[in-house]
């Protein structure tokens, strides 16, 4: 705790007189930068905290957190496997599902589709992505299916067309295989937020997909979600063993690892990298100390000889220096999070400006910049910030404090 005279020293040493106006400038500097370097590091770590979570959310939402996958790509008794993964502890959901990847065309265009054959259930899970047309329409046998909103544009496909959908697989004839041709009427429109499932995706009920790949009553996989997507590993240990020989576990860690990897060694280099801009603050911070510390050499002989101890001015030039930082700190922790706010925009305003597509979708797979504020990370950036910033008065602090007043007043 600092005493009243302790306090009123500091405050007017954070403060520099007029004849002070370049340590008032090195100072104003010192903040400048910590504020900036909080603000980029919030911004980068929720940015990237954002991307991550965001994929995440949209791969398990269409994905689960698992797939269960058959030898040979039939699941045959499927329905007691998927009994068994929901009875698992930890298995928030089971279903099963349909995936295949052919071809699609409609007024002489042709696309590449993603096939996806879904419950009634996961079909309606889609009326909040819905952009246009009717989801709860797409029931069995009604001939509609939903496509993603790349895949209509790219194709010229509005709600009521109807599709051609190819299956090179067909029955076989006494003049060889057929090619299996079916015509859908698309019933609704989606956008999950992922370019390439927004630009692939076909979804139908899972009798017509069925029907479609003349699969008969079996099923490619089961998507599985779990409450601790961390460890779905272990969560799925038990029904790993108890698949051995028929079907293999492939969770979203396995399925995404490359990207993910890559986005966590991004995230720590980012981390790593942009705490170097605390450094420099914390540079500046010891630097405006040191100048203040030279010119105020006179008024620290004088409060010695008046009877101020070694400690009293020690904490004067540490709370001092630890003010700056944490002026800076929390400055740039409103400047985060308002930069935060208006991130589409300023994405939006710098592509205008210089004519690049800054947050291009099909890069980053998102349709838009995501956000994800942790507020341990964001504890951890301001306890950095702090402690640099203190840790930069010590040095100054320490000189002032054994000041000695005989030598400095001995011409006086």
């Not at 054959?117 to 992505?129: K, M, R, S, V, Y």
């Not at 004067?316 to 800076?328: E, M």
Request: charged residues 15%; without cysteine.
């Amino acid at each position: 705790m600092l005493s009243p005279f302790e306090k009123m020293i500091a405050k007017r040493y954070l403060w520099p007189g007029k004849g002070e106006a370049f340590i008032a400038l090195v100072a104003g500097i010192s903040v400048g930068v910590v504020m900036l370097s909080v603000a980029m590091l919030v911004l980068v770590m929720s940015v990237m905290g954002g991307f991550r979570s965001e994929m995440l959310d949209k791969f398990s939402g269409l994905n689960g957190h698992a797939i269960i996958q058959a030898y040979g790509g039939k699941l045959d008794n499927w329905e007691g496997i998927l009994e068994r993964v929901r009875e698992t502890d930890g298995v928030v959901s089971a279903s099963p599902l349909i995936e295949q990847p052919l071809l699609a065309s409609y007024n002489g265009r042709a696309n590449a589709i993603l096939v996806r054959g879904n419950t009634a259930e996961d079909i309606a899970a889609l009326q909040d992505q819905t952009l246009m047309g009717d989801i709860s329409g797409i029931q069995p046998d009604s001939g509609k299916v939903a496509i993603g909103s790349r895949l209509a544009a790219n194709m010229g496909v509005r709600v009521g067309d109807t599709i051609t959908i190819i299956n090179p697989q067909g029955r076989a004839t006494p003049f060889g295989t057929s090619i299996r041709q079916v015509g859908y009427e698309v019933g609704a429109i989606f956008e999950i937020g992922l370019y390439d499932f927004d630009e692939t995706f076909v979804i139908m009920p899972m009798s017509d997909a069925q029907t479609l790949l003349l699969l008969g009553d079996t099923v490619g996989l089961i998507e599985v979600t779990v409450d601790d997507p961390d460890n779905v590993g272990s969560i799925l240990g038990p029904v790993e063993q108890f698949l051995t020989g028929r079907a293999v576990i492939a969770d979203w860690k396995t399925i995404n690892s490359a990207l993910f990897e890559a986005l966590e060694v991004e995230r720590v280099a980012m981390f790593f990298v942009l705490s170097f801009m605390v450094l420099v603050a914390s540079f500046n911070i010891l630097s405006s100390l040191v100048m203040l510390v030279r010119a105020k050499t006179r008024d620290i002989a004088i409060m010695r000889t008046m009877g101020a101890r070694r400690k009293s001015l020690l904490k004067i030039f540490v709370t001092t220096g630890t003010t700056i930082g944490a002026i800076g700190t929390f400055a740039g922790l409103v400047l985060g999070f308002v930069l935060l706010i208006f991130r589409n925009p300023i994405v939006e305003g710098v592509a205008l400006l210089t004519g690049v597509e800054i947050w291009d979708p099909q890069v980053r797979f998102l349709t838009s910049l995501p956000v994800r504020v942790d507020p341990w990370e964001i504890t951890g950036i301001v306890v950095l910030a702090l402690a640099l910033s203190f840790l930069a008065t010590l040095y100054p602090a320490l000189k002032a404090s054994n000041t000695d007043p005989v030598q400095v007043l001995r011409y006086e």
